[in-house]
């Protein structure tokens, strides 16, 4: 069974860059066709997809985050990591990390989510 | 952008009652669309994929129906446990819905 846990700073500085970690367990992340990523969901509102990275470290983002946001993958601790760059209050989120089995499906196995708070 | 529309908002029911929330999609996305379930402080569960798909483990009394821009989430029997918000989610270009609110009537 795959398991998955994000990790990282609760709080973040207005401006400043936002760092987490995903962890998975039960699986390898650079098995061939997995994708993982990264969706993010503000306090009371819905779901938003951020980005996501390939087995092989192909990333690809949200259009309006992507000049932001960083994917970056750690075989040898079977992590993969994002940074989001210059956050706002508006970057406020719950942070949820997920697996996609191949490119044609859809999350199927999610971490259990961290909030993130920018305030200074 | 492909945008993606979930009606209603919220939606009132009883126990036992059959509901149908709807997605519709900006452009036409096949049939790349999953239904999720969350709970509130709780990671979204997977109920359907490539839109009729039931997600192993889903009691069947969930089930989806659609292609192209037009979808469906049906609960055919509602269940105590089936309380939740509600997503869809194309998976071309990853966006989800807004998300539909089951209460209890």
């Known amino acids: 069974q795959v398991q998955l846990q994000e990790s990282g700073p609760g709080l973040v500085k207005p401006s400043e860059t936002l760092s987490l970690t995903c962890s998975v367990s039960g699986d390898s992340i650079s098995r061939s066709a997995y994708f993982w990523g990264w969706i993010r969901q503000p306090p009371g509102k819905g779901l938003e997809w951020i980005g996501s990275v390939s087995y092989s470290g192909l990333t690809y983002f949200k259009p309006s985050l992507k000049s932001r946001v960083a994917i970056s993958m750690d075989t040898s601790k079977n992590q993969f990591s994002l940074e989001v760059t210059s956050v706002t209050a508006a970057d406020t989120a719950v942070y949820f990390c997920?697996?996609?089995?191949?490119?044609?499906?859809?999350?199927?196995?999610w971490g259990p989510g961290t909030l993130v708070t920018v305030s200074s | 952008d492909i945008q993606m529309t979930q009606s209603p908002s919220t939606l009132a029911a009883s126990v036992g009652d059959r509901v149908t929330i709807a997605c519709r999609a900006s452009q036409s996305i096949n049939k790349w669309l999953a239904w999720y379930q969350q709970k509130p402080g709780k990671a979204p569960k997977l109920l359907i994929f490539k839109a009729s798909n039931l997600e192993s483990g889903v009691p069947s009394r969930f089930s989806g129906s659609g292609s192209g821009t037009e979808f469906t989430l049906t609960i055919s029997s509602l269940q105590p446990d089936d309380f939740a918000t509600y997503y869809c989610q194309q998976y071309n270009s990853y966006s989800f819905g807004q998300g539909t609110k089951l209460e209890i009537k």
């Open positions: 997920a697996r996609r089995d191949d490119s044609s499906s859809p999350f199927d196995y």
